[in-house]
């Protein structure tokens, strides 16, 4: 099996989803290559489910990845976690002018994949 280098590197905490029932969720902004290919600034929801705890993360890779949802609950807990106090959320040089609710916090991992 080959390996996917994903670069997490953006979190959007409080994104309100109102396509049906209105609800949070978080986006995650990362780049990724694959078999010789670089996707850059692919987009992935995560819901926290009230009812038991769990997360529901949604993203259109282009190939399969059983590793990706994992990863990306660990890089969630990772922006909002305990060191989220020593993350920059205004970015290297104050307030981002595009939005000011983005956690910019890089961290790689290589995870199995394969083409679909």
């Not at 049906?20 to 902004?29: D, F, R, S, V």
């Not at 990724?32 to 997360?55: R, T």
Request: charged content about 20%; glycine content about 6%; overall charge negative.
């Amino acid at each position: 099996m080959s390996k996917a280098k994903f670069v997490f590197h953006g979190l959007y905490p409080d994104v309100v989803d109102t396509s049906g029932t209105p609800k949070e969720i978080a986006k995650i902004l990362f780049d990724v290559e694959f078999d010789q290919q670089f996707h850059s600034h692919l987009m992935a929801d995560i819901e926290l489910i009230k009812e038991d705890g769990e997360f529901e993360v949604r993203s259109q890779l282009p190939f399969n990845c059983k590793q990706f949802v994992s990863a990306a609950v660990q890089y969630y807990q990772y922006a909002l976690g305990p060191q989220a106090a020593q993350i920059s959320h205004s970015g290297p040089k104050g307030a981002s002018i595009a939005t000011n609710n983005v956690i910019r916090a890089q961290w790689h991992t290589e995870l199995d994949a394969e083409n679909y």
